[in-house]
């Protein structure tokens, strides 16, 4: 069995560094997010914007990192933003969303029962980069979150799994490396495509009623394979491909979540489709 083991780490090696590369820049030292106005607890919803939004960082993120883009976006636009922590591994820091998914969605839970505890309102509305646009789609179905979320965005989300660009199929011929890699980071293990958590998150339909949800992808997804994968289908579904209003929009998978504007401004019309406009390449200056 060793010689196996030998031959699993640089596997597992590959996987993870693909996934890290993906979730976007090297963690910098965490600390708070920033308190003047993004995670700011005194922040009151607006009559034009009454929800609060809460970002959800995808695999290998943090609450900081993944958001310095998005978070002073929404911000700037009036709303109240606020983003979590959630995932963590004993002995692992910076590095979160590698916990088993089910429990990371019970960290959602608590934290949007504090967002609307302390702002007031009745909704939330979640916004969700990789992991962090699948991760909900458990609170919401299994956690009660349905009565307390308004929409779902989802940007590059791996609502049925990734297969990595095919890396994933060579797990089987290596005997103990599924086992290793749910033991390891149950999160990635999560996230394959067949497994038993996304088998039983989307058995009887991908959404739940009551929720809005939207998705946005990119063509140029390198981790979250196929790309089409991660649109849902449902009543209230919008799927939306960031090529289909830009032609010219090169993002990938870090970028369309990092620091993409053109999914921005996606983001924006999703969060108040009553005053939304049309997404452009234009939409970079906005």
Same mark, same amino acid.
């Given at each position: 069995?060793?010689?196996?083991?030998?031959?699993?780490?640089?596997?597992?090696?590959?996987?993870?560094?693909?996934?890290?590369?993906? %979730?976007?820049?090297?963690?910098?030292?965490?600390?708070?997010? /920033?308190?003047?106005?993004?995670?700011?607890?005194?922040?009151?919803?607006?009559?034009?914007? /009454?929800?609060?939004?809460? +970002?959800?960082?995808?695999?290998? %993120?943090?609450? $900081?990192?993944?958001?310095?883009?998005?978070?002073?976006?929404?911000?700037?636009?009036? *709303?109240?933003? *606020?983003?979590?922590?959630?995932?963590?591994?004993?002995?692992? /820091?910076?590095?979160?969303? +590698?916990?088993?998914?089910?429990?990371?969605? =019970?960290?959602?839970?608590?934290?949007?029962?504090?967002?609307?505890?302390?702002?007031?309102?009745? #909704?939330?509305?979640? $916004?969700?980069?990789?992991?962090?646009?699948?991760?909900?789609?458990?609170?919401?179905?299994?956690?009660?979150?349905? %009565?307390? $979320?308004?929409?779902?965005?989802?940007?590059?989300?791996?609502?049925?799994?990734?297969?990595?660009?095919?890396?994933?199929?060579?797990?089987? &011929?290596?005997?103990?490396? =599924?086992?290793?890699?749910?033991?390891?980071?149950? !999160?990635?293990?999560?996230?394959?495509?067949?497994?038993?958590?996304?088998?039983?998150?989307?058995?009887?339909?991908?959404?739940? /009623?009551? $929720?809005? *949800?939207?998705?946005?992808?990119?063509? &140029? @997804? #390198?981790?979250?394979?196929?790309?089409?994968?991660?649109?849902?289908?449902?009543?209230?579904?919008?799927?939306?491909?960031?090529? @289909?209003?830009?032609?010219?929009?090169?993002?990938?998978?870090? !970028?369309?979540?990092?620091?993409?504007?053109?999914?921005?401004? #996606?983001?924006?019309?999703?969060?108040?489709?009553?005053?939304?406009? %049309?997404?452009?390449?234009?939409?970079?200056?906005?």
């Amino acid at each position: 069995m060793l010689p196996w083991k030998r031959l699993l780490r640089p596997l597992l090696a590959a996987l993870l560094l693909t996934s890290a590369i993906a %979730a976007g820049p090297a963690a910098t030292a965490q600390a708070a997010a /920033p308190s003047s106005g993004w995670n700011d607890y005194s922040c009151k919803p607006s009559a034009a914007h /009454p929800r609060p939004v809460v +970002l959800v960082h995808g695999t290998f %993120a943090n609450s $900081v990192d993944n958001w310095l883009a998005l978070a002073p976006y929404l911000v700037n636009r009036g *709303y109240c933003v *606020y983003s979590l922590d959630y995932g963590q591994l004993s002995g692992v /820091p910076l590095f979160n969303a +590698l916990g088993p998914i089910d429990k990371s969605a =019970e960290q959602l839970q608590v934290f949007v029962d504090k967002v609307l505890a302390a702002s007031g309102a009745a #909704e939330a509305d979640l $916004v969700g980069h990789s992991q962090g646009g699948l991760m909900p789609r458990y609170y919401l179905k299994f956690l009660g979150g349905a %009565a307390k $979320v308004n929409a779902l965005v989802g940007i590059a989300p791996d609502n049925h799994g990734t297969t990595l660009n095919g890396l994933t199929n060579l797990l089987p &011929y290596f005997p103990g490396a =599924e086992d290793l890699l749910s033991t390891a980071t149950p !999160a990635l293990a999560d996230q394959v495509v067949g497994s038993a958590f996304l088998t039983k998150l989307n058995a009887g339909g991908d959404t739940v /009623p009551g $929720v809005h *949800y939207t998705v946005i992808a990119t063509k &140029y @997804d #390198e981790v979250v394979t196929p790309y089409r994968s991660q649109f849902l289908t449902g009543s209230d579904v919008h799927n939306v491909l960031l090529q @289909d209003l830009c032609p010219l929009d090169l993002s990938e998978h870090a !970028a369309i979540g990092l620091f993409d504007r053109i999914a921005f401004h #996606e983001v924006a019309n999703a969060l108040d489709p009553a005053h939304a406009t %049309a997404t452009t390449c234009a939409s970079v200056f906005g």
